[in-house]
């Protein structure tokens, strides 16, 4: 039996993630002709490791086909992952942080909310929102899954999610929604709109992983393949 | 407003059951002639309730956390609808449509809910009682044909466990407790944690929760200069270029941010929390609680006023029913968190199975019918019995589902 180990198939993502497995003694064989999406590993030894075959898919399909157990291990941000489906530990671990991809999902609102600085706070203004303004406090955002579970963590219900694919973080000043849920990296766009992170706003602390199906078929030299596979990448940022 | 579409025709006036679907459901319960006539015997029409139902509604009034418990699908136009996920709501709706002032209103049918452990697809039977103005009268009434609901479907030894927020609020307020934390201690009620929690945080030391602030907004807050805090406010709104049309405005803000600055400084004493506490974890037979509430009342100075009448006048009602197999309980603490719950639940269970689901579930919803946009306030309380969780414990329920299988794989 082989193993599958998915890689992003463009971008920065995919040079980073080539980089850090050389960095742990590995060379990412690119496929062939242009046309092809498979490619090969080798090992510390510069031989081809047999059992493994290399995908080159996007980031999120990646997360898919670990859910859906189509391939073994793969590389791709934590936020995706966890978006993608709810209790995302039941169908894959994450191995190892690759210590590139930062990104933090953050919940943020208008700087002239002075009154709110937590989570907390959110939990008042939206009961008292509903009373006032005869609607829900409304949420940007493409991160339903993460949202729904964080909000639901603080016990906070009453509110809606509009879906936002695109510059969230316009979405107060134009009316759109009142709060957001987004990734950021530097926070510059954020401050941009005049918006800030509440306190205990950050939802996920993102960055590229080293992710093993949970639902994926092993045989007993796959798993010992996998093992060390996620070993070493985890050992590269120690 | 909200957009709330109210589906059209969702309230049939005839007695019995026209509809061929609901037609069917009912035969699947043991006999529509019985079931029909049981809810004749209670004033009670039988509303034509939808599969599919708009989503909007529900979304509104129980808060989008629902969406991950319900099935939802769009139409083209990506108008939401959902696989009816309970039948309260709409006919609340219906009621509100109706224009009538009040309504008794019984339904059974299938319903279709996200869930871990049981199936996803599956009966429940119940009365919502809507528009009554004797509250005492109308809960004594929903336990009561609850009670008789779960022994038509075949149940017997019961226990029953009920609340009452009021209860709690009244607690609250004779403590003399901010405004600000009896509506959030309100809003956790029932859920033991996060009100632990929140106790905590309002007994314990604070930091500076106003450390964040710009400080020239702290220096005009601090001083209690409402009118220039909101200046200071107003402007950086303009300036992110924030519409006070379309969500919170200055005035909102300063509000909240005054009342924010004055409480920053209180702390829940140690004797009220107490009292709070030795309040929540009573937990005995309710026959017995009128005492105990009484003497806690007593003890701690406080004055339960008319909410320990009702409950005092309810208990005597309740036992007035002379309910035979089935013992009653009041447990303090307990409440429903859904915020348009308002006075007395309860729920059901088999006896001596404390920790399993409930069988049945009831409770006042006060507030309902004004989330889905009523502009008057309009009382209604209402039950659901679980019927799958019954057909664990009773022969007839059982039947009931097997039949449902065979009509489905026969189809």
Redesign the interface.
């Known amino acids: 039996m082989t193993i599958t180990l998915a890689i992003p198939s463009k971008g920065r993502l995919k040079e980073k993630t080539v980089d850090a497995f050389t960095k742990a003694g590995f060379e990412v064989k690119l496929p062939q002709n242009a046309r092809s999406y498979r490619g090969s590993l080798n090992g510390p030894n510069n031989k081809p490791i047999e059992n493994v075959e290399v995908a080159f898919m996007s980031a999120s399909e990646i997360a898919r086909e670990l859910i859906a157990g189509k391939i073994h291990l793969g590389v791709t941000g934590e936020d995706l992952a966890r978006e993608t489906i709810?209790q995302a530990d039941k169908y894959m671990s994450f191995k190892a942080k690759l210590g590139f991809g930062h990104a933090d999902v953050i919940v943020a609102v208008?700087?002239?909310?002075?009154?709110v600085?937590t989570m907390?706070?959110m939990?008042?203004?939206a009961?008292?929102?509903?009373k006032?303004?005869?609607?829900?406090l409304r949420?940007a955002t493409k991160y339903w899954q993460l949202t729904?579970n964080f909000?639901?963590d603080h016990?906070i219900?009453?509110?809606?999610?509009v879906e936002s694919l695109g510059a969230t973080e316009g979405a107060?000043?134009a009316?759109t929604a009142?709060v957001i849920v987004d990734i950021t990296s530097t926070g510059s766009t954020l401050r941009a709109?005049?918006l800030k992170i509440l306190?205990d706003g950050i939802i996920l602390k993102s960055e590229a992983n080293l992710i093993q199906s949970k639902t994926a078929k092993y045989t007993r030299e796959d798993r010992a393949t996998a093992k060390a596979l996620c070993l070493a990448l985890a050992n590269i940022n120690k | 407003m909200p957009s709330i579409e109210m589906p059209s025709k969702s309230v049939d006036e005839q007695v019995a059951p026209t509809k061929p679907r609901a037609k069917m459901q009912l035969a699947k319960l043991g006999g529509e002639q019985e079931l029909s006539a049981f809810f004749k015997a209670r004033n009670c029409t039988m509303p034509h309730v939808g599969l599919l139902q708009p989503a909007d509604p529900i979304l509104n009034a129980a808060g989008e956390d629902i969406r991950r418990r319900i099935f939802m699908t769009a139409d083209q136009g990506g108008t939401s609808f959902c696989l009816r996920p309970e039948f309260t709501i709409p006919v609340a709706l219906g009621h509100i449509e109706k224009g009538k002032a009040k309504g008794r209103y019984g339904y059974a049918g299938t319903v279709f809910r996200l869930r871990d452990e049981e199936p996803q697809e599956f009966v429940q039977v119940g009365i919502e009682d809507i528009g009554a103005k004797n509250r005492i009268a109308a809960d004594t009434r929903s336990l009561a044909d609850c009670v008789e609901t779960l022994r038509m479907l075949g149940a017997k030894r019961l226990s029953i466990s009920t609340g009452d927020q009021a209860i709690f609020e009244a607690v609250l307020q004779s403590l003399g407790l901010p405004q600000a934390w009896q509506e959030r201690l309100g809003r956790v009620f029932g859920d033991t944690k996060r009100l632990k929690s929140d106790l905590d945080k309002l007994s314990g030391k604070k930091g500076d929760e106003l450390a964040s602030l710009d400080p020239k907004l702290r220096e005009v807050l601090e001083a209690g200069d409402e009118e220039a805090v909101k200046k200071i406010i107003a402007k950086q709104m303009k300036a992110s270029g924030l519409s006070p049309k379309t969500g919170r405005t200055p005035d909102e803000i300063t509000a909240r941010l005054m009342q924010k600055a004055e409480l920053a400084a209180v702390n829940l004493s140690a004797d009220k929390r107490h009292a709070l506490e030795s309040f929540l974890s009573l937990d005995l037979a309710m026959d017995k609680a009128n005492v105990k509430l009484w003497a806690l009342a007593r003890k701690y100075d406080i004055s339960l006023g008319d909410a320990l009448e009702d409950f005092h006048k309810r208990l005597t009602a309740i036992e007035k029913l002379q309910l035979e197999n089935v013992s009653i309980k009041y447990r303090a603490g307990f409440g429903r968190s859904l915020d348009y719950y308002t006075g007395f639940v309860f729920e059901v269970r088999k006896s001596g199975k404390p920790d399993s689901k409930p069988l049945a579930g009831g409770g006042r919803y006060d507030h309902l019918l004004n989330v889905l946009g009523s502009k008057q306030d309009i009382p209604a309380i209402g039950f659901s019995v679980w019927v799958d969780r019954l057909s664990r414990t009773a022969d007839a329920a059982k039947k009931l589902q097997q039949m449902q299988i065979q009509n489905r794989s026969a189809k």
């Not at chain 1, 006032?132 to 829900?136: L, S």
């Not at chain 1, 219900?157 to 999610?161: D, G, K, L, V």
């Open positions: 709810a208008p700087d002239a909310w002075a009154d600085e907390a706070d939990d008042d203004v009961a008292e929102f509903r006032i303004h005869n609607r829900q949420i729904q909000f639901a016990g219900a009453m509110y809606r999610i107060p000043a009316g009142d709109n005049d306190s």
